[in-house]
């Protein structure tokens, strides 16, 4: 059985639970699913179910009509329950379902066997719906589309370099953070003891805010309230009672009065790019340094230190010496960088970049990618460029630079193939090239500096570089995840269908659900991080990081060689997920990511 009918069973299960008739199934295949008399009603037929141990009222306990509870096994049908039942009246080509009625000498059931019993029907089947290997379809080779958008239509190809173009191992972040503390220490003269800490390579996440002001991590949903549990002062969390008393009794951050557009400050910033993951450990170490410690600090002037200290590892090239020193050691995917290069431009499509990075250190990568005449495939290379100021700016002039990499001082009136441009804005970049709208396409991996003005100001198509795809869809597609996760979205439409039962034995029996609930959400966080989770989601709604995804990337990959996946006349369509207020009326809503993803024969074959 797909993994994509399990929503539609388990909704009707729902149903079941607190409805005379339940809606009609989607597919008749869920009949076969039926292995100890569930009631289904299919597209043509309707099969009874011992799962209801035939009540004839599922919403309150009768003598003997509810299902045994504890680890009672569940009442198996004899052979003459599966016999077809005869249409009830209805409208005309509507089936329906007659309900059976019969008398019982059992005791009545009290209310809290009546909730159990409930509980453990559902979670029987969830247990027996989900087959092994249920999403495996899911893979990190996928490109994921926000908006619809046609490869045919588009004829020129922009590109950052840092983690675009380049994806860079993740001893980088090491070395970062190694050096940023030094200068903490030797520089900004703060105490030896932080030299004890060692880097902590999986304690953050893209995407977190941080309360400059209070010296608090945390991770923020698409409605700009902190998820529970992932508030860290340091390297301890933060409880939510604390949370609520610092921000007065809500979890909800004002990020529009704290934060600005590009996410930093006055209050409020937050990390987006792939580098800034050192400076939150830096931050949380030092943090930690000094509350353990008891030394009185300001966390407003330690955020500042740390910023410079990061800020002089990228300004006095350290990054770049470290990777020019070792490319093989710190470059990935280089043959598939290749590959994408190649073949856009035998494909006739018109290439550029942009990055902030100097001529010297791209001219290095490059020709370890992709050879000594890696110009030769760019009809425009922009280096020092300045992002974000470059796509809003329109003061900086072009500079063109010499095979040395030296500036010339003439004055550019056209963007020649195979020269070396610096600095510059957007505006004239339109103007010398005329390259405008839809038929352009920019990848990047920063949803600020990289995609965020382009899409908005400008209409440009725009891709999102996620390397973080590839870890978070392997855990995605795990069994563990799969039959977790649908018991926690069980299990809490299990509570919203029956929360109409107030009395006290049932609210003690909501309690221990709930608890349960939370404990499924943790043990769900836990499987991507155990400080922070996923970078796309809290418990159940999208993640800051994700909405601004969403908001400023057409489309989203975890690496550029995803693009080989593709023809070049693809043409990639956003699922038509259904709003709250809308039922699911196609199938591959109901599993979306699965319905995504390109057979995998199909994608070795356009390799």
């Not at 969403?550 to 369509?573: E, H, K, Q, V, W």
Request: aromatic content about 12%; hydrophobic content about 35%.
């Amino acid at each position: 059985m797909s993994f994509k009918t399990v929503g539609t069973v388990l909704t009707r299960a729902l149903w079941v639970s607190g409805n005379r008739t339940p809606p009609l199934a989607r597919s008749p295949r869920v009949n076969r699913l039926s292995t100890s008399c569930r009631v289904f009603a299919g597209s043509e037929h309707v099969e009874r179910s011992a799962e209801r141990s035939c009540s004839s009222d599922a919403d309150r306990p009768s003598g003997g009509d509810a299902p045994s509870s504890g680890g009672e096994p569940p009442h198996k049908c004899g052979s003459g329950d599966k016999k077809r039942l005869k249409e009830a009246p209805r409208a005309p080509g509507v089936s329906g379902v007659r309900r059976r009625s019969f008398t019982s000498n059992a005791a009545p059931m009290d209310q809290t066997s009546f909730l159990w019993s409930r509980y453990n029907d559902l979670k029987r089947l969830v247990y027996d719906l989900i087959p092994p290997g249920a999403c495996k379809s899911l893979n990190s080779s996928v490109i994921y589309a926000n908006n619809e958008v046609s490869l045919e239509e588009v004829d020129i190809y922009g590109f950052d370099y840092d983690y675009t173009l380049a994806q860079y191992s993740n001893e980088l972040n090491t070395l970062i953070y190694n050096t940023a503390k030094g200068f903490l220490i030797e520089h900004f003269k703060y105490p030896e003891g932080i030299a004890k800490y060692e880097y902590i390579p999986n304690f953050t996440v893209r995407g977190l805010h941080y309360d400059i002001q209070k010296g608090l991590l945390m991770k923020i949903d698409a409605f700009h309230y902190i998820e529970p549990g992932t508030v860290y002062r340091g390297l301890s969390p933060v409880s939510d009672d604390e949370v609520l008393y610092l921000y007065g009794g809500t979890f909800h951050v004002p990020l529009s009065q704290d934060s600005g557009f590009y996410g930093k400050g006055p209050k409020v910033k937050q990390f987006m790019d792939i580098f800034s993951i050192p400076e939150m450990t830096l931050l949380a170490v030092a943090n930690d340094f000094f509350i353990t410690n008891d030394i009185d600090y300001d966390p407003v002037h330690l955020f500042k230190d740390v910023s410079e200290a990061i800020g002089m590892v990228h300004l006095k090239g350290f990054m770049y010496k470290w990777i020019m020193q070792d490319l093989d050691k710190f470059i990935l995917r280089k043959e598939e960088t290749d590959a994408v290069l190649h073949r856009l431009v035998s494909q006739g499509k018109k290439l550029f970049l942009i990055t902030n990075s100097p001529f010297s250190f791209v001219d290095k990568g490059m020709t370890h990618m992709v050879g000594k005449n890696w110009r030769d495939f760019f009809d425009v290379v922009i280096v020092q460029a300045d992002k974000p100021h470059f796509f809003t700016d329109c003061i900086k002039p072009f500079r063109r630079l010499d095979n040395n990499g030296d500036l010339r001082w003439e004055k550019i009136t056209g963007l020649e193939k195979g020269q070396i441009y610096k600095q510059g804005n957007l505006f004239d970049f339109l103007r010398l090239t005329g390259w405008r709208g839809s038929k352009v396409l920019y990848f990047g991996d920063h949803l600020y500096s990289d995609l965020a003005d382009l899409m908005l100001r400008h209409g440009w198509r725009t891709a999102a570089i996620v390397p973080e795809l590839e870890h978070e869809t392997k855990i995605v597609s795990a069994q563990r995840y799969a039959v977790t996760l649908t018991w926690l979205q069980a299990l809490t439409g299990l509570m919203e269908r029956l929360q109409t039962h107030r009395d006290q034995d049932s609210k003690k029996v909501f309690q221990e659900w709930q608890k349960e609930r939370e404990e499924l959400r943790v043990m769900t966080k836990n499987l991507f991080n155990p400080q922070f989770g996923s970078i796309f989601r809290t418990c159940h709604n999208p993640t800051y990081f994700s909405r601004r995804l969403s908001r400023f990337s057409d489309i989203y990959m975890a690496s550029l060689s995803c693009l080989l996946n593709y023809d070049p006349t693809y043409t990639f369509y956003p699922r038509r997920t259904p709003l709250q207020h809308e039922a699911p009326l196609w199938m591959d809503q109901l599993c979306t990511g699965c319905m995504k993803t390109p057979h995998l024969d199909d994608m070795a074959s356009i390799r």
